[in-house]
């Protein structure tokens, strides 16, 4: 959750909003295996950032098994506060029925972050030049999902994004980054199948076994959205234990969005935690990749340290991913564990990109 907090782009923000929660949703649902118990996480955090400024997170996530499902049912809330304007405000609730053969998960958010545009393509990130937007927004995402096979979940994901955006003093030599007037204010209605596969041996801090997901979202005029694109994501990581203390982790994600895709629901870096140390949104297009390796070691009672290193591109159609550009990034990251029954850590990353570089805090690992 606080991952998604931590991000600057607002309706890109939101339109992957719920999918971050969910992701932390994800890695936290082995978070409460007796079932009559109950285990709130509440984490206070102060944050700086060029694009943010300086504020404050709060968030809290609560564990509970009311019907002893394999998998636990978890609420959890966010709000971010910062000195220049900056305020956001998410939700999430998810739930397993029926020994875990399905899971219901609903995301939701609001707020207005103050984001620098940088125009689409690697040209536009490359020379580094933005616009600052006024962007307010609310989301709602719902997913649904059957297990079909040991391990396998299908069902269908809908989002809903409503966004309203407003360029500051747009620099006259740059035209290229003036917002298209449809994509300034309008609603984003998606919906599509969502797929998963998971043999991990702990969703929290796994030692060992794979996780891949998949979405295609399409836009669906004939529910009030205003744009027809559609947008496919991907992922898959997959964990390997080198001795009692230290693990191996690796991620690959790709990103594909069609014509007609508003900027704000484009491929981008720095929002997600494909590619740390790039600022949200200075690299978008059409299509993205990235590779990521993460070791992992356990230190002393409840801390820990990773090393992590990644490479990624974007490109404006999938087909062009091979003649990408490249962007490198790496960082270090110190690992925390507050609560002896959940077995998940606050995490601060140090990342440095290709000229760039950021600070991450969060719950749970990045992937």
């Known amino acids: 959750m606080l991952p998604l907090l931590l991000g600057a782009s607002a309706p890109a923000l939101a339109a992957e909003q719920a999918e971050q929660m969910e992701e932390i949703d994800e890695q936290v649902q082995a978070a409460a295996q007796v079932a009559d118990k109950k285990d709130l996480l509440a984490v206070p955090l102060p944050i700086t950032s060029p694009s943010l400024g300086t504020g404050l997170v709060v968030a809290g996530v ?45 995301v939701a958010g609001t707020g207005k972050l103050v984001a620098d545009y940088y125009g689409i393509g ?37 989002l809903y994004l409503s966004s309203e955006t407003h360029e500051q003093d747009l620099p006259p030599d740059y035209p290229d980054l003036a917002i298209p007037p449809d994509e300034a204010d309008g609603q984003l209605m998606q919906v599509g199948p969502a797929l998963s596969y998971d043999t991990r041996d702990d969703t929290l801090n796994p030692r060992r076994g794979l996780y891949a997901h998949a979405e295609w979202m399409w836009g669906a005029k004939l529910l009030g959205g205003d744009f027809g694109s559609h947008r496919l994501t991907a992922g898959v990581s997959a964990y390997l234990p080198q001795d009692a203390k230290t693990v191996l982790a690796l991620h690959a994600g790709l990103c594909a969005a069609s014509d007609g895709t508003p900027f704000y629901n484009l491929c981008l870096f720095g929002q997600k935690n494909d590619l740390r140390g790039y600022k949200t949104g200075r690299y978008r ?83």
């Open 285 to 367: 297009d059409r299509a993205s990749w990235a590779v990521q390796a993460e070791l992992r070691r356990q230190l002393f009672g409840r801390f820990g340290m990773v090393a992590f290193a990644g490479l990624g591109g974007i490109a404006p159609a999938l087909g062009d991913l091979d003649q990408s550009n490249l962007l490198p990034a790496g960082g270090i990251g110190l690992r925390y564990r507050p609560s002896r029954q959940t077995n998940i850590n606050l995490r601060l990353d140090f990342a440095v990109g290709k000229d760039s570089k950021g600070i991450y805090l969060g719950i749970a690992e990045a992937f």
């Open 122 to 158: 690697p040209a536009a990130g490359d020379r580094n030049v933005s616009v600052d937007l006024d962007e307010k927004f609310t989301a709602l995402r719902v997913q649904g999902q059957m297990r079909v096979a040991p391990g396998f979940y299908a069902g269908v994901r809908m």
């Open 62 to 106: 609560i564990f509970y098994n009311p019907n002893q499902a394999p998998s636990p049912w978890i609420s959890g809330a966010a709000a971010m506060k910062t000195s220049n304007g900056n305020w956001l405000i998410g939700g999430l609730h998810s739930m397993s029925l029926d020994s875990d053969r399905f899971r219901v998960t609903g």
